[in-house]
């Protein structure tokens, strides 16, 4: 295995070359904290996706795509004297030994000792409500996720899956009022109750409620095209045809994927 501290090292060079204010890159010099955050995000979601996709090739180059931005972040905090690369790595680490007592310490592992560290924490940075330290800027069914796991943890919670696919039965019917009366902020208000309970749904499944949406999203894309593809063989395109036959067309696509399955 090589040694990361030169590479590490080096990257942190770069990083300092490119801001630097006389000889570095003017696009690079002009970004601050807030311009560069949504790259965070999207490198986090490309190193997602190519995990999805198990392109294993393209991953190292993808989490390097996804370092740069803690690098960037960190050099950025450094010219302001705020904290640099090294405090971060040293704050992890700190992080990550103090919250496995069982295997750094000499204490046995116990249920709930991951929270139990994380509640003290936000005790010690004044964050002491236990929902205070979900991020707001997380994806909205994300969070919904986290902050149904983080009230779970505190007992409130619903005992059975089946609880929850009931009460998601419960919010669709109260939609469907509202999609009766026409009122859209009531529509709006309810439509995001659905959404908040199918995330519980998923979390108490103990799946990633982003995950199964990406997974909606690429079958979608993935069947949309074929039905695309296959009247592009007759000659036609989408706009000439009627939703009848895009919906024949859906179902003889879903037909030939359920018989390359079999």
């Given at each position: 295995m090589q040694d990361a501290a030169p590479a590490v090292q080096r990257l942190l060079d770069i990083m300092a070359r490119l801001r630097d204010p006389q000889t570095g890159c003017p696009w690079d010099r002009a970004q601050d904290f807030a311009s560069i955050a949504p790259y965070s995000i999207e490198e986090a979601y490309e190193v997602a996706d190519t995990i999805a996709r198990?392109?294993?090739?393209?991953?190292?180059?993808?989490?390097?795509d996804l370092l740069l931005q803690v690098v960037y972040h960190a050099q950025m905090a450094d010219e302001k004297g705020m904290f640099d690369f090294a405090t971060v790595a040293t704050l992890i680490g700190d992080k990550m030994v103090r919250r496995h007592p069982h295997v750094f310490g000499d204490t046995e592992a116990t249920p709930g000792q991951w929270e139990?560290?994380?509640?003290?924490?936000?005790?010690?940075?004044?964050?002491?409500?236990?929902?205070?330290d979900v991020p707001v800027g997380l994806p909205a069914l994300l969070r919904a996720r986290k902050l149904s796991a983080r009230a779970a943890r505190t007992g409130f919670d619903w005992d059975t899956v089946a609880e929850v696919a009931a009460k998601v039965d419960e919010e669709l019917d109260e939609l469907k009022v509202e999609l009766e009366s026409g009122d859209r902020e009531k529509i709006f208000d309810e439509l995001g109750d659905v959404l908040f309970t199918l995330a519980t749904?998923?979390?108490?499944?103990?799946?990633?409620?982003?995950a199964c949406l990406r997974q909606a999203n690429a079958k979608f894309t993935r069947r949309f095209t074929a039905v695309e593809h296959d009247l592009a063989d007759r000659g036609l395109a989408l706009v000439d045809v009627d939703?009848?036959?895009?919906?024949e067309g859906w179902q003889a696509v879903k037909r030939r994927e359920r018989a390359a399955q079999d």
């Open positions: 198990e392109d294993w090739d393209g991953l190292p180059d993808e989490l390097g139990h560290g994380k509640a003290q924490e936000r005790l010690a940075r004044n964050r002491g409500g236990t929902l205070d749904l998923a979390r108490k499944l103990d799946m990633d409620p982003e939703v009848k036959t895009m919906e």
